[in-house]
């Protein structure tokens, strides 16, 4: 469970990343490293990373917990982790293909996700 931990961790900085990444050849370095720099000319890949980012820390700021939580009392939930983290995964494609352009396919992966947290938090309860 702390190597998927550490994983989960990498994942998110790798996140951080990614808005620079993908339009540091429309949008000059320095405009980066300062609070009010001029992104305007952000890809619309950048921005999709923006929200799958944004979607990240959303649903991060339980899972950390709660694994800790588990690793605490020795709970089993590495199961239920490598869900969650392999439905981010599939989140982050989803946002790379842009295939939430489509109704209905965002939810369809994003609340799974969120039923495997509860399933997660339920395990520590009990």
């Known amino acids: 469970m702390v190597d998927l931990l550490i994983c ?45 980012g944004d979607n990240l820390r959303q649903s991060l700021f339980i899972f950390l917990p709660v694994s800790v939580l588990s690793i605490a ?8 982790a490598q869900i969650w983290f392999g439905l981010r995964i599939l989140y982050l494609f989803g946002h790379i293909i842009n295939l939430y352009k489509y109704p209905l396919i965002r939810p369809t992966i994003w609340i799974p996700s969120i ?5 997660m938090a339920l395990n520590i309860v009990n």
Do not use: C, E
Request: proline share 2%; net charge negative; glycine share 6%.
């Open 8 to 52: 989960v961790v990498l994942f998110y900085t790798a996140h951080l990343f990614f808005v620079l990444t993908f339009s540091i050849h429309k949008v000059p370095f320095v405009q980066f490293t300062i609070s009010d720099g001029d992104l305007s000319g952000l890809t619309d890949l950048s921005k999709r990373m923006i929200v799958a």
């Open 73 to 80: 009392q020795g709970i089993d939930n590495l199961f239920l």
């Open 115 to 119: 039923v495997v947290l509860v399933m």
